[in-house]
């Protein structure tokens, strides 16, 4: 066993440490220190701005697209046809339908009534001819003085002696169809034009007033079977044709301007 160190022992050891402790001579060993890595040398903002050397692909340049190219391309892509959706004077049907159906018209009432009767025609054989068009009977007088005025002129005065060429009739009607595409503008041109107030109002109105339908409802009383008791009272006609028409115009004229529009006529049942 090693001998335990004595108190003298131990005091001289601490003064010798305490004498080396405080000498200005002697200094501390310094640690060794790990070496610095050439990264670790270089400065952290150099480090940063430096640019990656990975391999990179290139990337190809796109040229930009023109704005005459895209402007072409959005024009042709946004502007498409409207179909047209607003007939004032009725659906028009195609050319050849149109002209289809007028050929067969014309040959009909020419061979039915202006060859019989030698070509003049006269108030009286336009009933039959309005039904041989798909018109009504009593369309007949408009579509007489309708016809008469515009061979003869407006201010034709028409008797019972009036009468109507197969020409006169054929230039008027192919005229009437391709202006006029459905029943309810017919009829008002046809009245619009043989009116009494022809020469007050416009000529290419697209309405009727009350005094349009004199010669229409006039007609009717003459020759209406149901209204000959009314025939031989000659002071009630006038009522009567007030009466008729202002009913007309309390079921079909709904904006109350008394002034019968085609749409109004066209809503309406008046003309089934």
């Not at 200094?27 to 070496?35: D, G």
């Not at 007949?140 to 008797?159: E, Q, S, Y």
């Not at 008729?244 to 085609?262: D, E, F, M, Q």
């Amino acid at each position: 066993t090693s001998p335990k160190p004595t108190s003298v022992g131990v005091a001289s050891l601490r003064e010798h440490f305490d004498i080396v402790e405080h000498s200005p001579s002697v200094t501390k060993p310094k640690t060794p220190s790990r070496a610095k890595s050439p990264v670790s040398s270089v400065p952290t903002d150099n480090l940063q701005r430096q640019p990656s050397k990975t391999a990179t692909t290139p990337v190809k340049e796109v040229s930009p697209v023109p704005i005459s190219a895209v402007k072409s391309e959005e024009k042709s892509e946004t502007v498409e046809p409207i179909p047209k959706f607003y007939f004032p004077n009725g659906q028009i049907s195609t050319p050849s339908a149109i002209d289809i159906l007028l050929t067969r018209q014309l040959r009909q009432v020419k061979e039915d009534l202006f060859v019989p009767k030698h070509d003049k025609l006269h108030l009286v054989d336009f009933g039959k001819l309005a039904q041989l068009l798909d018109l009504s009977l009593y369309w007949k007088t408009p579509l007489f003085r309708a016809c008469v005025h515009d061979t003869l002129g407006p201010k034709v005065n028409i008797t019972s002696h009036t009468n109507v060429s197969y020409l006169q009739f054929e230039s008027f009607w192919k005229k009437l169809c391709k202006n006029h595409h459905d029943h309810a503008s017919k009829f008002i041109h046809l009245l619009v034009v043989s009116s009494p107030s022809l020469a007050a109002l416009p000529i290419n109105r697209q309405y009727l007033t009350v005094d349009d339908w004199d010669y229409l409802v006039q007609d009717i009383i003459d020759t209406h079977p149901g209204l000959k008791f009314l025939r031989e009272a000659r002071e009630f006609h006038s009522r009567y044709i007030k009466t008729v028409v202002a009913r007309v115009y309390y079921n079909c004229n709904r904006s109350w301007s008394g002034k019968l529009t085609v749409q109004e006529l066209r809503r309406s049942n008046f003309l089934s």
